[in-house]
């Protein structure tokens, strides 16, 4: 074999094995990068159940506060106090 021949084996065969430890860890990378991805969507689903429990304890807990407590509309105190009140008058003919 001459020594073009030897060192183009040589370059080729760098060339092939440098190119399959490339892919290997760009498949590796591509790998972690889906998992965190995974692990990024159970997280945001974990909070999407926690907020909706404290939404659903906040509506109870209105829930129990409005049937324990007489809760008054504003508008009628005001105009049976006279306060507030507007009066239209009809213009003069």
Request: aromatic content about 6%.
């Amino acid at each position: 074999m001459s020594r073009a021949s030897k060192l183009t084996l040589l370059g080729t065969s760098l060339f092939a094995l440098g190119t399959v430890v490339f892919v290997h860890y760009q498949q590796k990378a591509e790998q972690e990068a889906m998992h965190q991805g995974v692990i990024r969507d159970m997280e945001q689903q974990r909070l999407k159940r926690e907020r909706q429990a404290d939404f659903d304890q906040q509506r109870a807990l209105e829930a129990e506060y409005k049937r324990e407590q007489t809760v008054r509309d504003g508008s009628s105190s005001s105009s049976s106090s006279g306060l507030g009140r507007v009066t239209q008058t009809a213009p003069p003919t």
